[in-house]
Each structure stands twice: as C-alpha cells, then as structure tokens.
C-alpha cells in the first residue's frame, strides 16, 4: 500500500497525518517549510462556542492530546467607536488562548510532535505538487480579508478585548490580548484595503492606548491573510482538500482552527472507512459555514452606529432583550449567534 501524501504541516494536515497512521496507514506530510504550521508567531483563540461539548473534549475524541498550551477565557471586553463597553462573562470557558507558530507549546509545535511520535514521516522543504498529493492542505483561494497585528511584553493583568469600529477594522474588529506579561493588538481588514492595513493598525494601538492606558513599545510585527470562499466539494477526483485549502473558515467570528481540526480528522475517517468525504463535513459543519456567510454578508452593512447600538442593546438589562440575545452568559450567546442567523437581531437594531 502506497503512502498517504499529504501537502501542508497545518492543524488539518497533521489532524489527518495523526489518525491515519494511528489507523495503521502509512503517511508522509510535505511541508515547504523547515518546520510546520505558521511560520509567524501570535496568540488566537480556539472557539468553544460552536457546540454543547467542551472543545478540548472534542478534540480528545479526534486523538489529538491537548499538551499545548491553552488558557481558558470567561471574560471579554467589548468597546463601541465612542468608548461604551461591554463586559461578557460566561460560566464555562468562552474560548482558549492558544500560541501559534514557531514557539515553545504552540498547538503547531505540540501536533508536529504528536505527528512524530505516531510514526508519521515528515518531508520538509517539500517539492511535491498539488496534484501530487493525495490530502491538499495548504493554500488558499483569493484572500478576503488580512490581518496585521503586533507582539509587546506589557506588566499588565491577563485580558481579552475588542473593539467594533469601522475607522478600524472596516466590518470586521480589532483586538486586544495579554498573557503572563505578553501583548498582542491586531487589526482585521478586508483585503480590497489592505493598502490601508498599516495605517488601521496604528490608529488601533492608539485606541487601546487611551483605553487600557499603556504605552506600546519594541513590538514584533505579524501577519496573515484569509479565504471564505469555501468549496462546496472538497474531494475532488481523487484528492482531499481540507482546512484552509477548503476555505473551511467562519468567515463571522470564529479563527477557523475548530474546522482545521474537523475537517482533517474527517478526511482520515472518509480514507480509513471509506466514506463520503464530501457528505462527512456537510453532515458535521456546512450548515454553520453557511450561517457565517449569511451573517457576514449582514455584518458587512453595519455602520458605527450600528455599533453603539450593539453594545448598548448588549448592556440592556430587559428580560425580552436578553431572551433575544440568549440569555447572560456569553458562550451562550455566541452559541446562538453562531448556529442561527442574526437578521432578527439586525432588525432590532435598526429599530430601536
């Protein structure tokens, strides 16, 4: 039996690479880096909001070890264009701070390693082609949106927040991280800006200086660019493609890492018992890429005072707002948003 070749050293190639061989396949992963996963350092969040079960659970069942480095977030911050804030709490973990790319405890690093230990051959500084390979994780359509953002030590309290400001991040946010004396500001735009990039992320630095009163100092720059135009058929004649190569992203909310995950792990399932690839993630997650795409397709119409209204209605105490929104608790919350259209919610605000 011949080797699995599979094209990128992503969370979705190695998700895949790990099950396969623990099935007792043979897999090579080709990666054209030295290393695999990002090849930038940052922080993002692994949601915990798409479904009842704890994520870190979800991802044991997908054998995958959780021995990278995870702190869980109860608490975000929410800032409006004129400075109101919202504060959300949520009983169990909204989400996980993660560390990405080259760095010790990244979820790159710890599935790499994970990789290696089940036997799985690596290929760095790969040559292989696309169509060479039997799982395609690498790579993505035109980019939608870029994001750029800054690494600085800060002797500040651990905190999550963003901020909802079109001067910013044009229909999208801009946001803040503290971890054990690290900071992280990042901006998202649309690509069509991305001329623009430089100058949002410097007027958001500003904003979260006057907010938090810091000052920012020795930062380290990163970036990245996103696709959200995902494929409706993701096996294509013989070759697999997942994770970003699908364009399996939430192109609302979400980083995208719960559907790298997924969609690798389904991939080795559909290969290993032979099932329908295709009818395997539209049966696990296409009904959720489609309300993200409903729901940005909204988003994208919303102006600041939009916004204000947002945070505002976010704050409201009233018991039909909040049967509205879902209840207090903000994975509750983000749960609904993320499995239903927000039109209703949208409607609301244009009224009120």
Request: glycine share 8%; charged share 25%.
């Given at each position: 039996?011949?080797?699995?070749?599979?094209?990128?050293?992503?969370?979705?190639?190695?998700?895949?690479?790990?099950n396969l061989k623990k099935a007792g396949w043979d897999v090579e992963v080709h990666e054209s880096k030295n290393?695999?996963?990002?090849?930038?350092?940052?922080?993002?969040?692994?949601?915990n909001w798409t479904s009842e079960e704890n994520v870190l659970e979800f991802l044991k069942r997908m054998n995958?070890?959780?021995?990278?480095?995870?702190?869980?977030?109860?608490?975000?911050?929410?800032?409006?264009?004129?400075?109101?804030?919202?504060?959300?709490?949520?009983?169990?973990?909204?989400?996980?701070?993660?560390?990405?790319?080259?760095?010790?405890?990244?979820?790159?690093?710890?599935?790499?390693?994970?990789?290696?230990?089940?036997?799985?051959?690596?290929?760095?500084?790969?040559?292989?082609?696309?169509?060479?390979?039997?799982?395609?994780?690498?790579?993505?359509?035109?980019?939608?949106?870029?994001?750029?953002?800054?690494?600085?030590?800060?002797?500040?309290?651990?905190?999550?927040?963003?901020?909802?400001?079109?001067?910013?991040?044009?229909?999208?946010?801009?946001?803040?991280?503290?971890?054990?004396?690290?900071?992280?500001?990042?901006?998202?735009?649309?690509?069509?800006?991305?001329?623009?990039?430089?100058?949002?992320?410097?007027?958001?630095?500003?904003?979260?200086?006057?907010?938090?009163?810091?000052?920012?100092?020795?930062?380290?720059?990163?970036?990245?660019?996103?696709?959200?135009?995902?494929?409706?058929?993701?096996?294509?004649?013989?070759?697999?493609?997942?994770?970003?190569?699908?364009?399996?992203?939430?192109?609302?909310?979400?980083?995208?890492?719960?559907?790298?995950?997924?969609?690798?792990?389904?991939?080795?399932?559909?290969?290993?018992?032979?099932?329908?690839?295709?009818?395997?993630?539209?049966?696990?997650?296409?009904?959720?890429?489609?309300?993200?795409?409903?729901?940005?397709?909204?988003?994208?119409?919303?102006?600041?005072?939009?916004?204000?209204?947002?945070?505002?209605?976010?704050?409201?105490?009233?018991?039909?707002?909040?049967?509205?929104?879902?209840?207090?608790?903000?994975?509750?919350?983000?749960?609904?948003?993320?499995n239903n259209s927000i039109s209703f919610f949208l409607r609301y605000l244009i009224f009120h």
């Open positions: 039996m011949d080797a699995i070749k599979i094209l990128g050293g992503g969370i979705s190639g190695l998700t895949a690479a790990i290393y695999c996963g990002k090849n930038t350092k940052d922080f993002q969040f692994l949601e995958i070890e959780v021995n990278f480095y995870h702190k869980p977030i109860k608490k975000v911050q929410i800032f409006s264009p004129n400075f109101k804030q919202y504060e959300g709490y949520s009983g169990n973990p909204l989400m996980y701070l993660v560390k990405r790319g080259p760095q010790e405890k990244s979820i790159d690093q710890s599935l790499e390693e994970q990789a290696l230990h089940q036997g799985v051959k690596f290929i760095y500084n790969t040559k292989l082609k696309k169509n060479e390979a039997d799982i395609v994780a690498i790579g993505i359509k035109k980019p939608n949106i870029v994001t750029l953002g800054i690494l600085f030590k800060l002797d500040m309290e651990d905190k999550a927040a963003l901020i909802l400001d079109n001067c910013l991040s044009p229909h999208y946010y801009s946001y803040f991280i503290v971890d054990e004396g690290v900071g992280e500001i990042s901006c998202v735009s649309p690509f069509q800006e991305v001329k623009y990039i430089r100058k949002y992320l410097q007027e958001t630095i500003n904003r979260f200086e006057i907010i938090f009163r810091i000052k920012v100092e020795q930062t380290e720059e990163f970036s990245a660019v996103g696709s959200f135009d995902f494929l409706r058929k993701a096996k294509i004649n013989h070759q697999y493609y997942i994770g970003e190569a699908a364009g399996f992203q939430d192109c609302f909310l979400g980083f995208g890492m719960v559907y790298a995950f997924k969609s690798g792990f389904l991939a080795a399932k559909g290969i290993i018992e032979k099932e329908d690839f295709d009818g395997l993630w539209n049966k696990e997650f296409l009904k959720q890429l489609l309300v993200a795409e409903k729901n940005r397709r909204l988003f994208n119409t919303l102006t600041n005072d939009h916004y204000e209204k947002i945070v505002k209605l976010l704050n409201s105490r009233n018991p039909l707002v909040r049967k509205l929104l879902g209840g207090n608790d903000l994975r509750l919350i983000m749960k609904k948003i993320c």
